[in-house]
């Protein structure tokens, strides 16, 4: 069935860098954007970016823009999540959602993973 | 940022109607942009419960539904059963933030 599995999360200091990774089975990677949402403990969830399918557009939240990198390698089904000059603030779960379109715009996400936990502190 | 707003908790007896509301503005859901609906209970992935404003996913109770008119969307519980207490939330596409938007989540708590 259709399945997208997060990894790379840990625990860091504020100002260093972790790489999230998303794999994807189950169905034509490719031809879908893929997006990255977080869930801060005990908030809402908040949508951080996005990526077109062939990754020739990429979308960020205002907040991550500058720090953050979303890239895809449908070689190997994944997409991933450079996450540079980390904050405290960026301490969240992080899932990846497959859009029901090539682009943003118009789709709706599903499926989720379950996520990956990211911790900020010194 | 949470550019679309729910309201933070609904309640309701069982068998009972909930509305749960999500206003954007011009650049989302005014801009003719889709909605569409989540649920999330406790430790797990949002289940899609509405897409393209009004449509179940097979597999959602029809009592669940959706509606949409200019710059609000709204998502409909008839019938409310204990295993619908969780969060909801409403997504969008916003042109100006050229991005994702989701809602600021909605508790429903069944009394």
């Known amino acids: 069935q259709m399945q997208l599995v997060e990894s790379g999360g840990g625990e860091v200091q504020p100002g260093r860098s972790l790489r999230l990774s998303c794999a994807g089975s189950?169905?034509?990677?490719?031809?879908?954007?893929i997006h990255w949402v977080r869930q801060a403990p005990g908030k809402g969830l908040e949508w951080v970016a996005g990526i077109s399918y062939d990754g020739g557009i990429k979308y960020y939240t205002e907040s991550v823009k500058g720090r953050f990198t979303i890239s895809r390698d449908n070689s190997r089904t994944t997409v991933y999540l450079q996450m540079d000059s980390l904050r405290p603030e960026d301490t969240a779960r992080y899932s990846c959602a497959r859009d029901s379109g090539a682009v943003a715009g118009t789709g709706w996400f599903d499926p989720w993973g379950q996520g990956t936990l990211v911790t900020v502190s010194s | 940022q949470s550019v679309l707003t729910q309201p933070p908790s609904v309640s309701g007896a069982p068998g009972q109607r909930v509305t749960i509301s999500c206003t954007g503005s011009r650049s989302n859901l005014g801009s003719g942009y889709d909605v569409h609906w989540y649920q999330q209970l406790p430790g797990t992935a949002p289940r899609l419960l509405i897409y393209g404003n009004k449509n179940r996913p097979s597999g959602v109770p029809d009592r669940f539904s959706g509606s949409k008119s200019a710059t609000s969307a709204s998502l409909v519980i008839t019938g409310l059963q204990a295993e619908d207490e969780a969060d909801y939330y409403c997504l969008s596409f916003d042109y100006i933030l050229n991005g994702g938007v989701l809602g600021t989540g909605t508790r429903v708590t069944v009394l």
């Open positions: 189950g169905f034509p990677f490719s031809v879908y954007a």
